[in-house]
């Protein structure tokens, strides 16, 4: 892989937490992504697909998550988010970070995936950081999570104890496993889902309380994209199990109507799963080229 370097590192908070950092730069970047990984996911199950992204002359940097992957350091770690706030300065410390210290001349976009996805439509939704929102040329929601499939949807007994419990116990940690052949299609990427041991699907019942709490916010319209969006791609598979592609629909329709036509695209994929960047084998191509596309079409001065 000689046409792409690819490096670890580490983000230091102003907390004194450290989350791990992997970035996938090409020989001559036009463009910059940060991104932000799912529920019980991490930075390096996207190995295989950044490259293909990169290739296209993207430089790509994730983190590990406060919570997930290679950031966890013990067992009481996993899932331990903090509140949204917190969630949200850390997000911001990571934009900062990659908008100024690393190529500061090219025009920097933002994406999430699932959970992901949802916290970037958040933060994208927070008068705090309308500054910061303003200064990036796009973000990119991927299979977000502003809604779940009627099989995912909690019953609001469930939820109402589960808010009630994350308010006395916070940090409780609870396991919510999920079936793997629900998220993704490839046999392979199930098998590897299966084998991870950083898939720990671990998180603190105040995690679990503000995920759904930020999911019905964007499905309500609670939360409004702030003046200054420049360019908003979704993209969500019809065949999702997880996470609603109705939801993510409604709410692209609701959110973008200050945008200009050529600045807002919802890409569907007929019969994709979850894991968009990982349905199958002759999809993953597709789908970098569709983002590449999307970015370096926004990137020239």
């Not at 000689?2 to 791990?20: N, P, S």
């Not at 090409?26 to 992204?53: E, M």
């Not at 940097?61 to 966890?72: K, L, T």
């Not at 990427?189 to 720990?200: A, F, I, S, T, Y």
Request: charged letters at 20%; one cysteine or more.
């Amino acid at each position: 892989m000689a046409d792409i370097t690819i490096t670890e590192g580490e983000l230091k908070l102003a907390d004194g937490t450290v989350l791990y950092q992997k970035t996938w730069s090409p020989a001559a970047p036009k463009a910059k992504l940060a991104h932000f990984h799912g529920f019980s996911d991490h930075i390096n199950n996207y190995n295989d697909f950044f490259p293909l992204l990169a290739r296209h002359g993207i430089h790509i940097s994730g983190i590990d998550e406060r919570g997930w992957g290679r950031s966890v350091q013990k067992k009481s770690d996993r899932g331990n988010t903090g509140p949204t706030s917190l969630i949200l300065a850390d997000m911001a410390a990571f934009i900062e970070s990659q908008k100024n210290d690393v190529f500061p001349e090219l025009p920097l976009f933002v994406s999430g995936h699932s959970m992901g996805g949802g916290l970037v439509a958040t933060f994208a939704s927070t008068p705090k950081y309308q500054p910061l929102v303003s200064s990036l040329r796009g973000i990119l929601v991927l299979a977000p999570l502003m809604g779940l499939t009627p099989e995912q949807t909690p019953s609001s007994i469930t939820v109402f104890l589960g808010r009630l419990a994350g308010k006395l116990l916070p940090h409780f940690q609870l396991v919510e496993k999920m079936r793997v052949e629900t998220l993704v299609r490839d046999p392979e990427v199930q098998q590897k889902l299966k084998n991870d041991p950083m898939n720990h699907a671990t998180g603190t019942l105040e995690m679990f309380a503000n995920m759904l709490d930020r999911m019905m916010d964007l499905d309500e319209g609670k939360l409004v994209l702030v003046d200054g969006v420049q360019s908003v791609f979704l993209a969500h598979g019809t065949g999702d199990n997880c996470t609603s592609y109705d939801a993510s629909k409604r709410w692209f329709e609701k959110q973008t109507t200050r945008l200009p036509e050529s600045e807002k695209l919802h890409k569907s994929y007929d019969g994709w799963s979850h894991l968009l960047h990982a349905d199958l084998p002759e999809n993953s191509p597709v789908f970098a080229d569709d983002l590449a596309a999307w970015i370096l079409g926004r990137s020239s001065a």
